[in-house]
């Protein structure tokens, strides 16, 4: 049988990790196997991953069947338990090709799934009856050091403090959740609100109550 020419899958040319996610998981799943692998135990291990689901068992069979049209899979058939023989699936060299360009695409989009993942958690959240949204926060480490670097970085000049207050505050109504702020605290002092650690968690309601009436 020839394996035909090394290439990318169709599906790889898309948009990677959003489109066509089953593909590369079922190379995965069958380069890890020792011996071939029947349909049924793919989509086993594929739903006690997290990635597909009894209900794919259609698409999973179709996606086999491409595979092994564009060489980068192989069947065998083999005897069933009292039952007709069933096929069952072995990676060929083509595909571990193609997996390993997965690799490579499926880091790139980790990246921007990461970032996106990163923004979309710190939205604005509203807060009590007074509808306070805080985005970033900033807590206990910056009392008493107020270090400016925040603010000279803050391309909204979101960041406030007078004289008297010991620490820095974010404006939630005007950040712009950009995060610039966050690398540039020597103290590391400010976090997302989502990501504020356990032992700093008043620091999100401070942060908000000092904007109330302002």
């Known amino acids: ?20 996610f089953f593909e590369p998981c079922v190379l995965l799943l069958l380069s890890e196997s020792q011996v071939p692998a029947h349909g049924y135990r793919l989509l086993a291990r594929l739903t006690s991953w997290g990635v597909g689901s009894a209900a794919d068992r259609g698409n999973l069979y ?6 092994e049209r ?11 338990h009292g039952g007709p023989e069933r096929r ?9 090709a193609t997996l390993a360009r997965w690799e490579d695409v499926l880091e790139r989009d980790r ?3 990461d970032d996106f993942l990163r923004r979309a958690r710190k ?7 007074g509808r306070i949204k ?4 900033i807590t206990e480490p910056c009392i008493g050091v107020k270090d400016a670097s925040c603010v000279a970085v803050c391309p909204v000049d979101c960041i406030y403090s007078t004289n008297d207050d010991e620490q820095y505050y974010i404006n939630p109504d005007e950040c712009i959740d950009c995060g610039a702020c966050e690398p540039e605290c020597p103290v590391n002092a400010i976090f997302a609100e989502d990501e504020v650690p356990t032992q700093w968690q008043n620091f999100i309601q401070i942060n908000a109550d000092y904007f109330k009436d302002r």
Do not use: F, K, W
Request: net charge positive; proline share 5%.
């Open 123 to 129: 939205q604005p959240r509203y807060r009590g009856e």
């Open 111 to 113: 990246a921007a799934l």
């Open 88 to 96: 069952a699936y072995l990676l060929t060299a083509a595909g571990r």
């Open 1 to 20: 049988m020839s394996l035909g020419p090394v290439e990318p899958s169709r599906r790889m040319r898309g948009s990677g990790l959003l489109h066509g």
């Open 70 to 80: 564009d060489g980068l899979i192989r069947s065998t058939r083999q005897a069933g």
């Open 62 to 67: 179709r996606l086999l069947h491409r595979l």
């Open 134 to 137: 805080v985005t970033y926060v």
